[in-house]
């Protein structure tokens, strides 16, 4: 079946450490998107890419980093400049206007 | 820029009454795309039901349905009939028109409760 995978489900990231969010979606879509959600709050968009080798930022990508050098993938770093990072982190792809898809999230933990 | 009202932080609903989820957007697009989605604890976002600007019929799906009124610039959600399994948080969320990347805009969301 079709989707987007998102690993790890948990990630734990110790002060000043950059960690990697991963996102495969074997869909065949040209677009995709990392959100970011706060406890009890709706999604804000970090970064996005329209067409592998391309991407820019989204309204709250500052000590956030992405690549995209293959459709399937679109990594997420989330960098020691990244002030505050626990949050959930939801990436999608879209398809045409309205077939967006999203991944089952990563819960990062500043411990 | 476009932004995305919800105004109910929390509802509660008997079971196998309907509930109105209240949405409101702010955009002066004359196209765009209005978008439902449910998010239970678990965490992944789950598509409910799509209204287009141009559509004339309110959408409909299955126990949900939109009703967008556009001159008001609102996309209310309802659900008929609530189930327990309906509890969940509940997103409004718009399209940024064509030509752009065509990003979700999500509103603050609503937790739902389905009381028995």
């Known amino acids: 079946d079709g989707g987007i995978t998102q690993s790890p489900k948990y990630l734990f990231r110790k002060e000043g450490q950059n960690v990697t969010l991963s996102c495969e979606q074997n869909?065949?879509?040209?677009?995709m998107y990392w959100y970011r959600q706060d406890p009890g709050q709706g999604l804000r968009l970090i970064y996005y890419s329209q067409i592998v080798n391309d991407f820019q930022k989204g309204d709250i990508a500052e000590g956030y980093s992405v690549s995209r050098e293959k459709k399937e993938s679109f990594p997420l770093t989330v960098t020691s400049a990244q002030k505050n990072p626990t949050a959930f982190y939801l990436c999608?792809?879209?398809?045409?206007?309205?077939?967006?898809?999203f991944g089952s999230g990563t819960r990062l933990t500043v411990v | 820029a476009q932004k995305i009202t919800q105004t109910q932080p929390g509802m509660f609903v008997q079971e196998k009454e309907a509930v109105t989820l209240d949405c409101t957007y702010d955009?002066?697009?004359?196209?765009?795309?209005l978008f439902w989605y449910k998010q239970p604890s678990s965490g992944e976002m789950i598509f409910l039901i799509y209204?287009?600007?141009?559509?004339?019929q309110n959408a409909t799906e299955g126990r949900y349905s939109l009703n967008f009124q556009k001159a008001r610039k609102s996309a209310n959600l309802v659900i008929s009939a609530s189930q327990l399994g309906d509890s969940a948080m509940y997103f409004c969320a718009m399209r940024e028109p064509s030509g752009s990347a065509r990003q979700l805009t999500f509103g603050s969301g609503t937790q739902l409760t389905v009381l028995p």
């Open positions: 869909l065949n879509h040209d677009a």
């Open positions: 955009t002066s697009d004359q196209s765009y795309g």
């Open positions: 209204q287009g600007s141009y559509d004339e």
């Open positions: 999608a792809s879209r398809d045409g206007l309205y077939g967006y898809t």
